[in-house]
């Protein structure tokens, strides 16, 4: 069988186990199992695969037709174009999620003060918090003037309440060379610095970045196959209206700024569209001062939550 022939094979399989994505997943699952680029798949399509190479690729598009997602079957996510190794302990990284990586590096170019610590909640894959800590390592960083700064003295942190989702986030950093940057810590949220955890005495900024289960159980309930019968159930729904764990963490957070001194406090929640206006008053309610902005991803559906709790409107 050739490489052509093969990716018909595929492509046929999955668009009759009604894969949207059959033709991409096929050529993804064959340059994983050739261990090639696509690039160099399309260049050679005549490639002969070998008895041991048709058989593994027959596997993987079997599983890929029971719906379970790529990413599952060849380990692998791109996200804000690092490679990630993702398994079914965590859930896979979204493209709208890279907008708050981009939205965290505009802020931070603007309102970058030292000491700074960033502290990403429900760190999962550490996919978030491992962008950042790569992309702002002691190096020049633009600001909206077309100047620069050094970004120096800044204190990476991700929690998450599931051992296992570290495990896979430690991984992660180690692959790309930042483990010794990050602080991972196993308890619910904000947790450990309410009790255990002692930041700076002195005041600092804030950045906490938080992408938690949001789905509505009603909506999870609705979701296609790929999600709802592989990805972790824990990591995306948790209540009827998914703003559990938000007020919990604005909860902690309202404790934690009586504690500690703070230059200012910059909040970013990824949330369902249609949570914009309830995440207003949530965020509201615990901070009646503060400014908030509603970002929208690339398909033009508002994703993300950007608040700063020290500011009137």
């Known amino acids: 069988m050739t490489s052509r022939e093969a990716l018909l094979w595929g492509t046929s399989r999955l668009q009759s186990a009604k894969i949207k994505s059959a033709s991409l997943d096929a050529e993804i699952l064959l340059a994983h199992t050739l261990k090639i680029t696509k690039e160099t798949l399309f260049a050679h399509p005549e490639y002969n695969l070998q008895r041991s190479q048709s058989a593994t690729y027959g596997k993987l598009i079997k599983r890929r037709a029971k719906h379970e997602p790529v990413a599952y079957i060849t380990g692998h996510k791109e996200f804000y174009g690092l490679d990630f190794c993702v398994d079914k302990r965590v859930l896979i990284p ?172 910059y909040l970013i929640f990824e949330i369902c569209p249609h949570q914009s206006d309830d995440i207003q008053t949530l965020a509201r309610h615990y901070f009646p001062s503060c400014k908030i902005k509603i970002k929208k991803d690339l398909a033009g559906l508002n994703r993300l939550a950007i608040i700063d709790t020290k500011r009137s409107h």
């Not at 999620?97 to 030292?114: G, I």
């Not at 610095?193 to 950045?207: D, G, K, Q, W």
């Not at 909506?219 to 948790?238: F, G, K, M, N, T």
Request: aromatic share 10%; charged share 20%; net charge positive.
């Open 94 to 265: 979204r493209p709208e999620t890279e907008l708050m990586v981009k939205e965290s590096l505009n802020l931070l170019a603007t309102s970058y003060k030292l000491p700074t610590v960033i502290i990403d909640i429900g760190t999962g894959s550490g996919c978030v918090i491992i962008a950042l800590a790569k992309l702002l390592a002691p190096s020049p960083l633009p600001l909206p003037s077309g100047e620069r700064m050094e970004v120096r003295g800044i204190e990476f942190f991700a929690t998450d309440a599931s051992r296992s989702a570290l495990t896979v986030a430690r991984k992660n950093a180690r692959l790309h060379g930042v483990e010794k940057n990050i602080t991972f810590l196993y308890i619910n949220l904000l947790e450990p610095f309410l009790r255990v955890y002692s930041l700076h005495a002195t005041p600092y900024t804030l950045f906490i970045t938080a992408n938690l289960p949001y789905l509505p159980t009603s909506e999870w309930r609705q979701s296609p196959p790929d999600v709802r019968h592989y990805e972790p159930r824990l990591a995306l729904d948790v209540c009827p209206d998914g703003l559990t764990y938000y007020r919990t963490l604005l909860t902690q957070l309202k404790e934690f700024s009586t504690r500690y001194s703070l230059h200012a406090t």
